[in-house]
């Protein structure tokens, strides 16, 4: 799969530009405020539908301007036009060949897509909604059902949730409507946790191989999936703890509390790694999510890499250059120092385009 073009109208910093991109390796150069990561974002958010940096799409248009466009032309096996209109009225419209979707979830998964940003080593020190989500992110793009099904989990957990703070005020409480919601959440909780289990022992192996290639160690990655699901299901749980559930207002209970467990040799990550090894941890994780992606659909995922060479030491620099240069899709790498990628890039026999900023 490869972008061969890019419109940008009042898109972040771009009042307006086009890209045409004609080589599989696309460097992209400049100072810092330049639009680099901006360039990364627009194909990221036409691959998946919204912003990879921000929550609000709004704060993805031109400071004082109303509205923003982009689109791109996709080569896979046909040519496609992908577009996405953000209307003055914030009203979002999403295309593909002139074709509008009437629901988004449904473009997920056709434009397969992996980025690796500096503010990705939250996968490590933040807490586990930033890991939930990563894992989200990747079988999304595997399974459509997935995606359906957390969106109707996410819709319930709201609903149970309003209704267990509505009962704080209540004397008399209808545990009718409890029971349909915990029904509600237990059906589509078993396909998320059976998704994830699946697609979390991929990861797990697949990520300690990759760092070790890294970061030229023989080290012990470990991924651990923590769920309640384990040894019970979630209407059980449910059930049992409904009245913690009452008197905290909340649902304490769910695949929306699962989490990665992340350790190096034995010894937590975020306790045990050096900068060097959270940096090889990070690539060892997204090349890892790449690869099940690749495995999985019938196109190679675009790899986008903003300012991955900063602070990185020459060993695992080559060794990412060399696992780079292995894949057969297209890379977008952006740096502030253009020597520092033309050294980078030097000694590989695939052609290189390079776009100053």
Excluded at 148 to 176: F, I, P, T
Excluded at 180 to 186: E, G, R, S, V
């Amino acid at each position: 799969m490869r972008v061969q073009q890019l419109y940008l109208y009042q898109f972040k910093n771009y009042a307006e530009h086009e890209f045409h991109f004609h080589e599989q390796i696309v460097c992209i150069t400049g100072k810092n405020g330049s639009g680099k990561t901006s360039l990364l974002d627009a194909i990221y958010f036409l691959c998946f539908t919204k912003s990879y940096f921000v929550h609000s799409d709004a704060y993805c248009v031109m400071h004082e301007k109303q509205g923003m466009r982009i689109k791109a032309e996709f080569e896979k096996e046909n040519s496609y036009q992908v577009q996405c209109i953000l209307r003055e009225n914030g009203k979002k419209e999403f295309a593909i060949n002139e074709l509008p979707y009437t629901q988004f979830s449904k473009h997920i998964g056709k434009f397969p897509v992996v980025i690796i940003t500096p503010d990705d080593t939250q996968l490590i020190t933040e807490g586990s909604e930033v890991r939930r989500k990563f894992v989200d992110i990747l079988i999304s793009q595997l399974d459509e059902n997935y995606m359906r099904n957390l969106m109707a989990y996410n819709k319930v957990l709201q609903q149970r949730n309003s209704l267990l703070k509505k009962w704080h005020e209540l004397a008399d409480k209808d545990y009718a409507v409890l029971d349909i919601y915990d029904d509600q959440l237990n059906e589509y909780a078993r396909p998320i946790y059976t998704a994830r289990k699946l697609y979390i022992a991929q990861l797990k192996q697949k990520t300690n191989t990759i760092y070790n290639f890294i970061s030229e160690a023989s080290e012990n990655i470990e991924i651990e999936y923590q769920t309640q699901l384990h040894q019970i299901e979630l209407i059980e749980l449910l059930r049992q703890n409904r009245q913690k559930d009452i008197v905290t207002q909340r649902s304490n209970y769910g695949i929306h509390k699962d989490d990665l467990y992340l350790t190096l040799n034995e010894m937590p990550l975020k306790i045990a790694a050096s900068q060097g090894q959270r940096k090889s941890f990070l690539f060892g994780i997204k090349f890892a999510q790449f690869e099940i992606l690749k495995a999985n659909l019938d196109t190679t995922p675009l790899l986008l890499l903003d300012d991955i060479f900063e602070k990185l030491d020459e060993k695992r620099g080559e060794k990412l250059i060399q696992f780079i240069s292995n894949q057969d899709t297209q890379v977008f790498i952006t740096d502030t120092h253009i020597e520092r990628l033309q050294d980078a890039f030097a000694g590989i026999e695939k052609k290189v385009q390079w776009i100053e900023l």
